[in-house]
């Protein structure tokens, strides 16, 4: 019976946005712009116009709160942080908001999460970091993040150290790869670092910066699972290089040809890195990259609007390479905040970033997202065949260090293996598993059925069928009903035969089973 309620919502939600007749589709967009056009959105629109391209309007409060919060932690808002967010007046509330989440913990964890996704940090095959030497590098991956170290000394950090892989953590940027030979640790730079795919360079430029690694050496130590990476002392000659860009270099043999690179690498001038990184984050806010894929750079595979890569790679060069000036500029860009629903064409809206991209939550934020509602966090897995891989239920998934931990449901709903570190790992595609999996599954079910904030909600407001459908909507969907969806659940709960928290729990069940919890929009 359940099913019934699910397509009565999903009957009403089709005819709110039929009655709207393209205008302005409520409850998910506003009629006013709620924040004044930036450097950003201005070249944004000029590219839009250029193409026929219509903009989208700008997306309500609630649809921005949601949002912002999955974006920004990872996580999704407190009811009584929608409302204090919704009842707010003040002019720069978005912004503040911005600001209040860019400070909390869950920024760390979530950010160092997609970070070692591109690092590839697991412990086993065919990575091999082995848990003690994970543990170290995602804390120093997070403590990077948390404490906002400029991206240049974070990248020159992991080109350059020296050390054990348990006391130097960065020292593991060396040890994540799957080859340890030059060409696949100069592979692993390039992809990681410059955004291109050293496998389609020709041969000849690929030998050239593989020199830059031609002296990484490894040696293992008496304690378990120790390793240590350094520059090769042996005596020999001076290395005669070439950087990606054509310039040749000479080094002489006492230096460390790393360092060298790194040196190169994040010279301001050097438009490789400066421009991947803010093409790889705003990939992650906007769902695809200026560049797209945002890890194949290449002369064939141009940026969509070139002008607005050369404006936020100027930015972040000129901020001394804070990447939460990058952040700012971008969440707080009317192109950020507009909605979801396209004006145009989506084939051609979302190359021209002319609305929000709809798309399905990260399994890890799906996941800690059903636990959050249900009060039971996910059981974890390993292959490890080593000590001290348990996690306990209660650690949310987006803190998980290790990509070789991790469960059935994270398994089935795309994330990553960390085996390459391409984005491309990750798979937000829905499959038909999923759906089936999320209609038919009994711990779902029991989850909603034993969910201590759903079961406080029907005891609060178990004589007022308004205000709970109300209080539910806004628990799952951070918003309020519309009106006809109030209308639909009464009608359904007073149908013969049901009580009041069967309908309650079919409510919920209908909600996360919908696209609106299910992705981000």
Not at 364 to 372: K, P, S
Request: hydrophobic share 40%; with cysteine.
């Amino acid at each position: 019976m359940k099913k019934l309620l699910w397509a009565a919502l999903l009957l009403v939600a089709v005819q709110d946005g039929i009655a709207a007749d393209r205008t302005i589709v409520a409850p998910f967009e506003t009629e006013a712009q709620t924040v004044s056009p930036t450097r950003l959105d201005t070249i944004v629109v000029a590219s839009q116009r250029k193409r026929g391209v219509e903009p989208a309007p700008a997306c309500s409060d609630a649809v921005f709160c949601r949002r912002v919060y999955l974006d920004v932690i990872g996580t999704l808002p407190e009811p009584a942080e929608v409302t204090r967010f919704l009842v707010d007046n003040r002019n720069g509330k978005r912004a503040a908001l911005v600001e209040s989440l860019l400070a909390r913990d869950e920024f760390a964890d979530y950010w160092s999460l997609k970070w070692c996704d591109a690092l590839r940090v697991k412990s086993e095959f065919p990575i091999n970091l082995w848990p003690n030497a994970v543990q170290a590098y995602h804390r120093w991956v997070r403590a990077a993040i948390h404490d906002n170290v400029p991206y240049d000394r974070f990248a020159r950090d992991l080109l350059t150290s020296s050390g054990s892989n348990f006391r130097v953590p960065p020292v593991n940027f060396y040890r994540a790869t799957q080859g340890r030979d030059p060409q696949s640790l100069a592979s692993a730079v390039a992809l990681t670092f410059m955004g291109e795919r050293a496998e389609k360079w020709p041969a000849e430029r690929r030998a050239a910066m593989a020199k830059f690694f031609s002296r990484v050496a490894y040696k293992k130590t008496g304690e378990w699972k120790e390793e240590i990476v350094f520059q090769d002392p042996a005596p020999g000659a001076e290395i005669a290089a070439v950087f990606p860009d054509g310039t040749s270099v000479t080094i002489p043999a006492d230096q460390d040809p790393r360092v060298v690179f790194a040196d190169w690498l994040i010279e301001p001038m050097n438009h490789w890195f400066a421009r991947t990184v803010v093409n790889r984050m705003w990939a992650w806010l906007m769902g695809r990259g200026i560049v797209h894929e945002p890890d194949d750079f290449r002369a064939d595979n141009p940026p969509s609007i070139p002008e607005l890569l050369t404006y936020l790679e100027k930015e972040l060069v000129d901020a001394k390479y804070d990447l939460r000036h990058i952040y700012r500029l971008i969440l707080n860009s009317r192109t950020y905040q507009q909605s979801p629903i396209p004006r145009s064409d989506l084939a051609k809206a979302e190359p021209a970033f002319a609305c929000y991209p709809v798309r399905r939550l990260d399994a890890e934020v799906l996941v800690d997202a059903l636990g959050w509602i249900s009060g039971k966090g996910e059981g974890y897995t390993s292959v490890i065949p080593e000590p001290y891989t348990f996690v306990p239920e209660e650690n949310r998934t987006i803190t998980l260090a290790d990509g070789s931990i991790s469960s059935p449901f994270l398994d089935m709903f795309g994330r990553p293996a960390r085996d390459t570190g391409l984005a491309s790992e990750r798979s937000s595609n829905p499959t038909d598993a999923q759906r089936l999996f999320l209609l038919n599954s009994s711990d779902v079910q029991r989850r909603l059925e034993r969910s201590p904030r759903l079961i406080a909600l029907f005891d609060k407001h178990r004589g007022d069928a308004e205000e709970l459908v109300t209080q539910v909507y806004l628990l799952l969907l951070s918003r309020a009903p519309t009106q006809a969806e109030i209308d639909a659940v009464i009608a359904y709960a007073k149908s013969p035969g049901r009580s009041p928290r069967e309908a309650g729990a079919d409510l919920a069940w209908s909600l996360v089973n919908s696209k609106e919890f299910l992705y981000r929009h």
